[in-house]
């Protein structure tokens, strides 16, 4: 289930002081992943967080920005003002609900302006967090085996064809098995986007991906998440 269904009284019910909102995007992935994967890569990891902790499930944001990604059939973006516009919208409603913190879960790396968002929301007091963090990702990458690293597996690569392989494996196309392209150098990519680096839309190896290798990067991030909960609220 990517949406929650709960209904206000669940909510008043569990009385939960952290909301935690899946940031997703909606970008090429090549011809194996869907456009909405980091959607669905967010809802993944905030479905298992809700069920481990006495958290606030928030539907996902499906646009954000992917302006690297222009160019590519597909891809629709958000300017990084009205991304982060949105936030904070969204955590003034929050306020008005009594629900002080607010996690970002973000499936997209190009969605930079969240580091400044979650910087300035914090200017006063601990209000907001970002996760997961890059010792996250690499904490669960190795936790789960997996052969690349984040640099080198940019997009639809090994980290987040294993998660779909995982959680929904309807939505992976089998191309993943030959679909491996490496720039691991990508010194212009701020100007050229993701087109100076492939045709294909993918950097990274999704050859190395598995449902077992996404399982148990989920796992790691919930015991992750203990840490980022502890700092936010303490």
């Known amino acids: 289930m990517l949406f929650t269904t709960a209904t206000t009284y669940d909510v008043a019910d569990r009385g939960a002081s952290v909301a935690i909102l899946p940031v997703g995007s909606f970008e090429q992935h090549g011809n194996h992943l869907p456009l909405a994967t980091d959607t669905v890569i967010a809802c993944a990891i905030v479905n298992r967080l809700a069920t481990e902790y006495n958290v606030f499930k928030l539907p996902p944001l499906t646009f954000s920005c992917s302006h690297e990604h222009e160019g590519f059939a597909g891809t629709v973006s958000l300017s990084s003002r009205t991304l982060a516009n949105v936030i904070g919208d969204v955590q003034e409603s929050l306020d008005r609900s009594a629900v002080r913190h607010l996690v970002l879960v973000n499936g997209h790396g ?49 980290w987040e064809t294993s998660i779909l392989l995982s959680e929904h494996p309807e939505l992976v196309g089998q191309e993943y098995r030959n679909g491996d392209h490496e720039a691991p150098s990508r010194p ?47």
Not at 116 to 139: I, K, T
Not at 143 to 156: L, N, Q
């Open 110 to 158: 190009g969605n930079y302006v969240l580091s400044n968002v979650v910087q300035e929301a914090n200017v006063s007091e601990r209000r907001v967090a970002l996760f997961p963090g890059g010792q996250a990702v690499n904490d669960a990458r190795r936790h789960a085996g997996m052969e690349t690293g984040a640099v080198e597996d940019m997009h639809g690569g090994e």
């Open 188 to 234: 212009h990519l701020l100007v050229t986007g993701m087109r100076g680096y492939t045709d294909r839309g993918i950097i990274g190896r999704p050859s190395l991906a598995s449902a077992e290798k996404g399982a148990a990067a989920l796992d790691s991030l919930v015991v992750s998440f203990a840490e980022t909960l502890k700092v936010l609220t303490e």
